[in-house]
């Protein structure tokens, strides 16, 4: 008689501790709802992109301009004039004065740094609405 209770009774511990097993993995903790709120949220994605961009400037700023190679030619054949032919070439070096370079660098660099505390601002203050939220 005591066989026929203790079978149920086996199958009720395992079942009510496999039901406390699901139940502590499906608890969401509050860094998890921050930090899906951040994955999430528009605004960030956003403004991610918007430092990536920023960085690909800041990279773009420190090129310095490339040799400008200039060929023309002429002729006077379809105008009937055989002997008449043209022929021009020119090369074209930028040459950057005054710290130019410097200067465009140093203003990338402010660019970056604003992206990424515009970023930092407003992660803290999703974090913020989902804490209040949540508590």
Same mark, same amino acid.
């Given at each position: 008689m005591k066989r026929k209770h #203790?079978? $149920?009774?086996c199958l009720g511990v395992l079942f009510a501790s496999a039901a406390a097993r699901s139940?502590?993995?499906? @608890?969401?903790?509050?860094?998890?709802l921050v930090r899906a709120s951040l994955e999430r949220n528009r605004e960030v994605l956003a403004l *991610? !992109?918007?430092?990536?961009?920023? !960085?690909?400037?800041? &990279?773009?700023? +420190? #090129? /310095? $301009?490339?040799?400008e190679i200039q @060929?023309? +030619?002429g002729s +006077? &054949? $379809?105008l009937g004039s055989a002997g008449e032919q043209e022929f021009a070439a020119?090369?074209? !070096?930028?040459?950057?004065?005054?710290? &130019? /370079?410097a200067d465009r660098m140093? #203003?990338?660099?402010?660019? #970056?740094?604003?992206?990424?505390?515009?970023?930092?601002? *407003?992660?803290t203050q999703v974090s913020y609405d989902v804490e209040t939220a949540y508590l």
């Amino acid at each position: 008689m005591k066989r026929k209770h #203790v079978l $149920p009774l086996c199958l009720g511990v395992l079942f009510a501790s496999a039901a406390a097993r699901s139940q502590e993995n499906s @608890a969401i903790t509050l860094e998890e709802l921050v930090r899906a709120s951040l994955e999430r949220n528009r605004e960030v994605l956003a403004l *991610r !992109q918007r430092v990536a961009q920023t !960085q690909g400037l800041r &990279k773009q700023a +420190g #090129v /310095r $301009p490339a040799l400008e190679i200039q @060929a023309e +030619g002429g002729s +006077g &054949k $379809p105008l009937g004039s055989a002997g008449e032919q043209e022929f021009a070439a020119s090369a074209k !070096q930028v040459i950057e004065t005054f710290g &130019k /370079r410097a200067d465009r660098m140093r #203003v990338a660099e402010f660019s #970056v740094a604003l992206a990424e505390a515009e970023i930092d601002a *407003r992660s803290t203050q999703v974090s913020y609405d989902v804490e209040t939220a949540y508590l």
